[in-house]
């Protein structure tokens, strides 16, 4: 049983993932649209979630099948060029805002709003800088922050917003629910 769920667990991560990076709206700033994905919560969400290590399992394997062809990176894109493009760091950012949860889990009562506050807005850190890291190397920092930052920080805050009332409403009903069956 147990290692029907360590293969299990990683691919309804990936499906969740998928799924969210799927789900865009626009908003205009400047006569500029700026998409916004559901990719980045997606992620933060799977790592928080899942037990063990599966949620770094999850997000490794959606960004390989995201690599070989599955078209499931934001708005159905897909392949190894996604990593040298504009998008390269945040999708390796993904991996790594992963790790980081899940090493949070690992030391910190999760249950706790500032535990579920310092995961959504760490994972959101990890994946901006990479980001704006990989942006910088290929246009420059004023660039970076143009193409990769500026546009996306409110979209960003209210991930990180919907992420916490997320968990903490979740753990909040988990805990009533645990309670009322003593």
Known sequence: ????????????????????????????????????????LGVILVAFYSKKYFGIVAVFLYLIFGGLGLPIFAEGSFGWDKFTSGSGGFLVGFLFAAIIIYFIKLNFKKEKLSVIALINIGGTIVILLFGITWLTYLFGFDKALEYGFFPFWIGALAKVGIGIFTMYLVGKLKIKENVSAL
């Not at 991560?13 to 500029?32: C, L, W």
């Open 1 to 40: 049983m147990e290692l029907i769920k360590s293969f299990v667990q990683p691919l309804l991560g990936i499906i969740a993932i998928a799924i969210s990076a799927q789900i865009t709206f626009e908003f205009s700033i400047s006569q500029i649209n700026i998409p916004i994905t559901g990719q980045t």
